[in-house]
């Protein structure tokens, strides 16, 4: 990439004529994307959804990059309708805990239902959540619902629940690959992650990804992924 397509910066294009650039990359020999496909399959087996994580410090850089990886995501119209706020602040991390565990409370409690309490046992999960003050860093998810023009317009974004779904799950892939450990946390509601953070009204929370090393004694669920021959349909 050159100096001069780093240095642009984004503005809307909502409503301006096509246009477009040559992509021509090279392209990777055969046997060089089979031995990499492979490894990246094996590497992305190994990823684990943690919920016990080591207080060390990561890389705030290494974050940053996972990040910078995600908003390459593909999105509805490209209108890129995501926030990702990183909260390392022990304080902050604090207030959010209490505020999800509070919500948790409510919904363990039997808002959720049996049906969805039924389905999450196996996991042992409860509305005990010391991930979100245990990890060092903590990335809030937000989907932007619409964006202002400059003479306060309201603009809709398309396909915004698609386009950051897409988004978090290049997240969770590039935090892995990178060493690090995640999960995805949904506290239901979640409109207190927008006041704690100050956010805009056009935001809405997404998720909250919890982010960090596995403690020492960290255990996972004995789960069993599906194998290809039962999530792959080939015609």
């Not at 890389?59 to 890129?80: F, L």
Request: hydrophobic share 40%; proline share 9%.
């Amino acid at each position: 990439m050159s100096d001069t397509e780093q240095q642009r910066e984004w503005t809307p294009i909502h409503g301006k004529p096509y246009s477009s650039v040559p992509y021509r990359p090279d392209r990777m020999p055969a046997a060089e994307s089979l031995a990499q496909s492979a490894e990246l399959r094996d590497r992305m087996r190994e990823r684990r959804t943690v919920r016990q994580f080591a207080p060390d410090p990561v890389p705030a850089q290494v974050v940053r990059d996972a990040i910078a990886c995600a908003a390459t995501a593909p999105s509805g119209a490209h209108q890129q309708p995501w926030t990702f706020v990183l909260v390392q602040d022990p304080d902050v991390r604090r207030r959010i805990r209490e505020a999800a565990e509070h919500e948790e409370q409510i919904s363990y409690d039997g808002r959720l239902g049996e049906e969805w309490l039924a389905a999450l046992r196996p996991l042992g999960t409860d509305e005990v959540k010391p991930h979100l003050t245990d990890a060092p860093a903590l990335i809030i998810v937000f989907q932007q619902r619409y964006w202002l023009g400059e003479d306060g317009t309201k603009h809709k974004h398309y396909y915004v629940d698609e386009s950051v779904g897409i988004a978090v799950g290049m997240l969770l892939s590039a935090l892995h690959l990178s060493g690090l450990a995640a999960l995805i946390h949904t506290p239901s509601p979640m409109r207190f992650l927008r006041e704690v953070l100050g956010r805009p009204e056009n935001e809405k929370a997404f998720a909250v990804i919890p982010v960090g090393y596995p403690a020492a004694d960290c255990r996972v669920p004995d789960l069993v992924r599906k194998s290809l021959d039962q999530v792959l349909v080939e015609v």
